[in-house]
């Protein structure tokens, strides 16, 4: 009976040491694994601003008499945009966008007289925009409306025709339009660059002279190509990155 009694202590004497010998062992499981969110996808949707700068060439044609020809020259472009754009789905965008930006004069030729200078002024547009993302890089044709003040000779040294004036007064705002295309890249979520080309037609205004023998009014059609850079700030294009969760 003793011995059983010694055998039942020593028993249950190492079942004790060994449930606290595994207690120190350390655990097995497998801590939690870190879950990460995807990033958002990237999207051009979103309301934009921004500031554009380059270069015009003019296309602008006058007409008195039967003598007719083109400007020529050109001169820079500095100005700002504003738009809007959509992203519908399998990469198509679409959009609106307006600007206005300032035109430096530019030393042009009227038919058959010598160079002089062209007023400055203004040439805005209102368009829409259609494109195709790939990720970052936006590819778009662009077209709408265009507004301005004509490309038109400051004055007129025509010896061939007795023509000799200033311009009688500058000429107000015409209304006409513009196609192009374009591509932009977005740098970061928020900041895009782009390159764009564009092509004005103003249409045709009638611009008088002070002549020494009568005025002279002569037909003038502006016309100008622009090529152009830009720098835009994108809102509520989301942002990258995932997060841990423990």
Excluded: C
């Amino acid at each position: 009976m003793r011995m059983t009694r010694l055998l039942a202590a020593a028993l249950a004497a190492s079942t004790i040491a060994g449930g606290a010998f595994a207690a120190d062992l350390p655990s097995r499981k497998a801590p939690a694994p870190m879950v990460y969110a995807p990033p958002p996808v990237f999207t051009w949707t979103g309301l934009y601003v921004g500031v554009n700068g380059g270069g015009w060439f003019d296309n602008s044609s006058m007409t008195y008499g039967f003598a007719s020809g083109n400007l020529g020259g050109g001169g820079g472009l500095v100005g700002g945009t504003v738009g809007y754009n959509m992203q519908v789905g399998n990469g198509v965008v679409a959009g609106v966008e307006a600007d206005l930006d300032y035109r430096t004069k530019a030393n042009v030729t009227p038919p058959y007289g010598l160079a002089t200078n062209s007023s400055d002024g203004y040439l805005g547009t209102a368009r829409a925009r259609l494109g195709y993302g790939m990720d970052r890089a936006l590819f778009y044709v662009t077209g709408g409306l265009a507004f301005g003040t004509p490309v038109t000779p400051g004055s007129i040294n025509a010896p061939a025709f007795g023509l000799y004036g200033v311009q009688a007064s500058t000429p107000g705002a015409s209304i006409g339009w513009t196609a192009g295309a374009g591509l932009e890249y977005a740098l970061t979520n928020n900041w895009s660059v782009k390159g764009e080309y564009l092509y004005a037609a103003l249409g045709t205004k009638s611009i008088s002279y002070n002549t020494m023998a009568l005025p002279a009014v002569i037909g003038d059609r502006t016309g100008e190509h622009t090529a152009r850079i830009g720098l835009n700030y994108r809102f509520n294009m989301g942002g990258g990155g995932g997060y841990a969760k423990y």
